[in-house]
């Protein structure tokens, strides 16, 4: 007995002592897990147009490449065309914002004054348009840094970028190979299991990010021409480009979106902001009930809370990154659960309702010894 609990302690110490340095191993090779996760993403996202491109016999190693320079060359384009103007319109937004906020403070005295014959210091506090600026920029800077931070610097930042392109586009030119290869690290029946769910987790995960790429471009531009509409020609650019970039990000991403052009609209004017503000009403509620289940749908598979809880992680871990990156994820992993362990345990549930019992035997009495 004293010779067993001696082996088993020295064992278990020596799986504590793997377990803790593999930790260590990972939290070093943080920057790299990210860039695997992104590449991941990115990979679930051009599967389909590679697919695509394949049926017309064009090798997926070329179609990958037509993918992503075609996207490249896109979004250099836009950003060539309008991302000076909308640069200047947003340093110029940045420099009236204070202006802005001391009108709503002003308005805002203005209505309480009408309740209480002095103004309300707790509201001068509150709305210090210096306080509320600096602080609007430092909370976006660390958002970004705790993203940028992990590249180290912007050069890290371009080359961790090239290097996830480059390793998604390997997964998605030799996609079969990698996946045998990962899978036979499992033991059978979980081999066949697992390399049986890798469409559906793809297609989840590059379901989510499409959609929620167009939705924000359908948002963006839709927000952009609707305040050049209502007169705020001056900021529609910008504020287009911030309500396009911040519906990246779910649930959260339309309030923060809005709130720059509320602020905007209530120093031009009552009825203008009673414009901008049923124009927004009416924009969110098309994207929850049209564009949502129309271009998103059900792709996440995850109930709204933990979706939300999702971003809300992903944002305090990796920043705008993380809420960009870890709901695909989630979609995926809710795939795997639902197929490998919840429909087989509602099966076998109903199987173990629907047949009939075997009658059991009662057993024959045993008589005395005579």
Known sequence: MGEQRISFSIS???????????????????????ILMIAVVLAASIVPLVDLAERFRIPRWLGT????????????GAGLLLGPTVF????????????????VRDLVEHLAMRFNDTPPELLRQLFDPQALTVWLIRS???VLLRSYGLTKGFVGSFFSLILALFLSAYMVTDSKTLIKSIVRLFPQPWAERLEAQVPTVSDRMGSYIRGRLLVSFILGMTTTVGLGVLGLRDFSLALGAIAGVTNLIPF?????????????AIASGGWTFLWV????????????????????????GVHPFYQLLAVIGGTQVLGILGALIVPPWVAGAAALVENLYLKPKELAEQQAILSPREPVEAPLPVGKPG
Do not use: H, K, M
């Open 12 to 34: 278990t110490l020596l799986l504590a002592i793997a377990i803790v340095l593999s930790l260590l191993l990972l939290w070093q090779l943080r920057g790299l897990l990210v």
């Open 65 to 76: 490449i037509l993918v992503y320079l075609t996207a490249i060359s896109g979004l250099s």
């Open 88 to 103: 200047q319109q947003i340093e110029r937004l940045i420099g009236q914002f204070p202006l802005y906020v001391e009108i």
């Open 140 to 142: 976006s800077q660390q």
């Open 252 to 264: 959260l991403g339309p309030i923060l979106g809005a709130v720059p052009a509320l602020v905007v």
């Open 277 to 300: 503000l049923l124009f927004f009403a009416i924009i969110q509620n098309l994207e929850t009930y049209v564009l949502d289940p129309f271009l998103v749908g059900s792709s996440v």
